[in-house]
């Protein structure tokens, strides 16, 4: 059964501006693990989008941390709008990412 992949996951990073690597749980043990945020996250005129693709080709400074007391993964980075405006934008990777037997997967 499928988890928020944060909860028992360790050295959580994003690489390369668009890479999720973690070693997560699977069964007694961590094992390393990644998903192309690029494949699952896309850029909707300024706001990150599930389901979506690409939207580090249209991403500035782009920034990963976990984040308050619930341990929360977000992304953040300047997306442009269509207009080319950059505007501020984040999103809390643990929404649809969750570890699925030792992968990353979108939920």
Do not use: C, Y
Not at 53 to 68: K, R
């Amino acid at each position: 059964m499928a988890a928020p992949f944060h909860v028992a996951s360790e050295d959580i990073r994003v690489d390369n501006g668009h890479i999720l690597r973690a070693r997560v749980a699977k069964g007694g043990e961590h094992v390393d693990a990644e998903i192309d945020l690029n494949t699952v996250l896309g850029n909707e005129n300024g706001h990150f989008a599930w389901g979506g693709e690409g939207f580090a080709l249209s991403a500035q400074n782009i920034t990963f941390s976990i984040e308050g007391g619930a341990s929360v993964p977000v992304l953040r980075a300047e997306l442009r709008k269509v207009d080319g405006e950059l505007v501020n934008a984040d999103v809390n990777l643990a929404e649809r990412i969750v570890n699925d037997d030792g992968r990353l997967v979108l939920a």
